[in-house]
């Protein structure tokens, strides 16, 4: 064992070496009462500066990642505007070298404990890596043929399989309503796929106990960007879109949740530059890691109840529409079962989640996969579920806080799967 923790000391300094630094970046969080000035700073993306939370309403904090060739430019603009703001982090490398260091160690520890075994296992100390997920997916079809079968929905741009996980004890047969999920289309959000992975874990290895989950049927798929995904653990923290190569521009890939064709590129909060996070794309769906999901939800629209996205972070859910400040029809149906979501979750730690239409609470985003869900396939239960940040530090949620994050979660998922099975 000694020699295993010696080998991934040595490996946490080839991890570090390897990685994007964010030496000198720093993190403020800024509030502000005004839309205008609300609105100037949207157009501060464009320059550089990363909005960590979303940019929300009106009154509300917001953290933002301030490269060092904006650290004057940028706190000026503040001042000028009278925007206020402090300091949050005077350097975000040293805060990611403490998370790759954590999240090396407990990896280590769960691969000794675990001695290699062959079955299905899940420990949730650390962030998987896409191999680790794919893995365990496979494994659990072998062992619970009769409750999960594993699929390839699609393939990424890199080629990477993204796999769906179909669960249900009457196989599909038709006579139960389905709920479908999925997570990690931002590369950057670690706790998204672990809640997806902790929920089919839950379903499968545990179905006894969660009998009352299997009055739906369930489609899950886990990692949705797996492109992404594993370049946040290998090279860029803080990478958020696909990997797609995008002609005519040295910057690389898409927001997959702004690629959807409802309302595409209709509205505020998207960009056409493809060196934005929020960059749309050169068309609807032309994302391969979409498209894979557009066609596992097809395959299943008539049936579907229940659309959730997982994302992360700010304790939320939200609901269509989010192409603009607009109620959806059914609006007061998924308001009411929010507020009965919210309270099952703050049954479990205390937890606030806010919940609410999506533009109207944060910002008009079209082309979002839960307008997608809601317009194109009437499934009129839609949200974007967006889960707890990791206090100061926002998307690297430390490991030592999965177990507690996807608990929480699940209380809500059965809330929300209760429910379904009790409306349809």
């Not at 899940?122 to 890596?129: E, G, P, T, V």
């Not at 990997?243 to 998207?270: A, E, L, P």
């Not at 979501?341 to 806010?354: K, L, N, P, S």
């Not at 869900?373 to 009437?378: F, K, L």
Request: glycine content about 6%; aromatic content about 12%.
């Amino acid at each position: 064992m000694r020699c295993t923790f010696l080998f991934f000391a040595a490996l946490v300094a080839l991890t570090t070496a390897s990685q994007r630094s964010y030496d000198g970046y720093q993190v403020m969080t800024i509030k502000t009462d005004d839309s205008q000035k609300l609105d100037m700073l949207f157009q501060w993306q464009e320059q550089g500066i990363d909005f960590w939370d979303n940019l929300n309403s009106i009154g509300r904090p917001m953290r933002v990642m301030i490269p060092p060739n904006l650290q004057t430019d940028f706190p000026a603009f503040l001042r000028d505007n009278e925007i206020s703001h402090e300091l949050t982090i005077s350097n975000v490398e040293s805060v990611l070298d403490q998370e790759r260091k954590v999240q090396i160690e407990s990896r280590a520890r769960a691969m000794v404990n675990r001695r290699f075994a062959p079955r299905a296992t899940a420990d949730f100390s650390y962030y998987w890596q896409y191999s680790e997920i794919n893995a365990y997916l496979r494994n659990l079809a072998i062992e619970y043929p009769n409750l999960v079968t594993v699929e390839v929905a699609g393939e990424s741009f890199e080629g990477r399989e993204i796999l769906v996980a179909r669960i249900s004890n009457t196989n599909f047969d038709g006579t139960k309503p389905k709920i479908f999920i999925d997570a990690g289309i931002h590369a950057r959000e670690w706790i998204a796929p672990m809640a997806a992975l902790n929920l089919i874990h839950e379903l499968v290895e545990h179905s006894a106990d969660n009998a009352d989950f299997l009055a739906c049927d369930w489609i899950i798929i886990p990692s949705v960007n797996p492109d992404g995904y594993q370049y946040t653990h290998n090279t860029d923290r803080f990478w958020r879109k696909t990997r797609s190569i995008n002609q005519g521009s040295t910057c690389r890939g898409v927001d997959g949740n702004r690629n959807y064709g409802y309302f595409w590129g209709q509205g505020s909060g998207v960009s056409t530059n493809p060196c934005s996070d929020t960059f749309l794309g050169r068309q609807p769906h032309s994302e391969m890691e979409v498209q894979a999901v557009v066609n596992e939800m097809a395959r299943d629209a008539s049936g579907i109840r229940l659309y959730l996205s997982f994302h992360s972070y700010g304790d939320l859910l939200l609901f269509p529409w989010g192409y603009d400040r607009v109620y959806h029809d059914n609006h007061d149906q998924m308001d009411e079962l929010a507020n009965i979501v919210a309270d099952a979750i703050r049954t479990t730690h205390g937890r606030e989640y806010t919940f609410g239409n999506s533009a109207i609470l944060l910002y008009p985003a079209p082309g979002a996969s839960d307008d997608y869900a809601a317009g194109a396939h009437n499934i009129n239960l839609a949200y974007t579920v967006e889960l707890t940040g990791g206090g100061s530090r926002g998307f690297d949620l430390p490991p030592d806080q999965i177990v507690t994050v996807t608990q929480e979660i699940f209380t809500g998922l059965r809330a929300y799967a209760q429910y379904i099975a009790s409306n349809f």
